[in-house]
């Protein structure tokens, strides 16, 4: 009777490490991706519903407060040299100098040159696959892995920052002065479901710009874009206005903000100009409410 109890009791033992082993872990439970293909009416087409980016996504917004405080800390470590300099150039340029401003532009600066601890280039993928997504860059504006002008583009922003040690009195007000972010264009009353938009890439080279990607952005700082998240990119994805590879930044841009400019003095005779390029698209009333948020968002913050 004992030697059965005995073995009876590793059995049980047995089967429970067994159905220990094949219960998932939180970890798989909080982060689950699955494979789900379309039937019927798109059969040549599979979707995944469940992007790896958005999971990936939703996991950096469980952790992004974590990651604020941490990289508040370190700031706070370093803020005595920012404070420091700020008002040395206080004392040495103009008592008119805001050095709350400067230090805050600093941190910014510091944030955006930490970027390069994460270059593109490490994701870059060898052989053919490499080159015919360096072709397709200029498609949309997440897709520009396999190619070196990303860090070259990066480097310009930053050679702007240290040129500032050089000026800031001219930063302070400038800013503001530069990226007017106000009147009718900025009116988020102003986009509804008759509204159609561009990718930021397309317009980017439909304005003869398409050798330099981002620059419109940079030489049009006053224009409204919107960062489509997850599941825009998903939605455009779907409807082929954008190839669904990568994680990579999408903006879309409103068209007729893209026509204004090409009607300009600046772009009117230019023999580079294409607008057969633009391919614009309406987009679902829900996207563009989070337009209109975003729009305002950004008007606000400019004030």
């Known amino acids: 009777m004992g030697a059965q109890r005995s073995e009876g009791g590793r059995d049980g033992l047995l089967l429970d490490a067994e159905q220990e082993e094949q219960r998932p872990a939180p970890w798989n439970l909080m982060i689950k991706h699955r494979q789900i293909q379309r039937r019927g009416r798109r059969s040549h087409m599979a979707v995944s519903y469940t992007d790896p980016q958005v999971s990936m996504d939703l996991l950096r917004a469980v952790l992004q407060p974590s990651f604020n405080d941490d990289i508040m800390a370190v700031f706070r470590k370093y803020h005595k040299f920012f404070d420091k300099a700020a008002q040395n150039v206080k004392e040495n340029v103009s008592e008119e100098v ?4 400067l230090i805050r532009e600093a941190c910014r ?16 993928r060898a052989g053919p ?32 920052a240290s040129d500032r040690t050089h000026g800031f009195p001219s930063q302070v ?14 009116e988020p009353s102003r986009l509804n479901e008759g509204s159609t938009f561009v990718l930021g890439s397309r317009a980017n080279k439909a304005l003869g710009m398409g050798g330099t990607r981002g620059r419109i952005y940079i030489k049009h700082a006053d224009l409204f874009k919107y960062a489509a998240d997850a599941k825009d990119k ?7 206005h954008m190839r669904a590879t990568g994680g990579k930044m999408a903006y879309l841009l409103i068209e007729e903000d893209i026509q204004d400019l090409a009607r300009s003095d600046d772009y009117r005779e230019g023999p580079e100009v294409r607008m057969d390029e633009l391919k614009p698209f309406s ?3 829900w996207m563009v409410e989070k337009m209109q948020r975003a729009m305002e968002a950004q008007r606000d913050i400019d004030h």
């Open 98 to 101: 805001q050095t709350d401003q």
């Open 109 to 124: 600066n510091a944030l955006e040159h930490a970027k390069q601890l994460f270059p593109e280039a490490e994701v870059k």
């Open 129 to 160: 696959e490499a080159a015919i997504k360096r072709a397709r860059a200029a498609d949309e504006d997440y897709s520009q892995r396999g190619s070196p002008a990303p860090k070259k583009r990066r480097a310009r922003p930053a050679a702007a």
């Open 173 to 186: 007000k400038p800013k503001s002065d530069s990226i007017k972010k106000e009147g009718p264009k900025w």
């Open 234 to 240: 998903q939605w455009l994805a779907e409807r082929h």
């Open 283 to 285: 987009v679902p009333v």
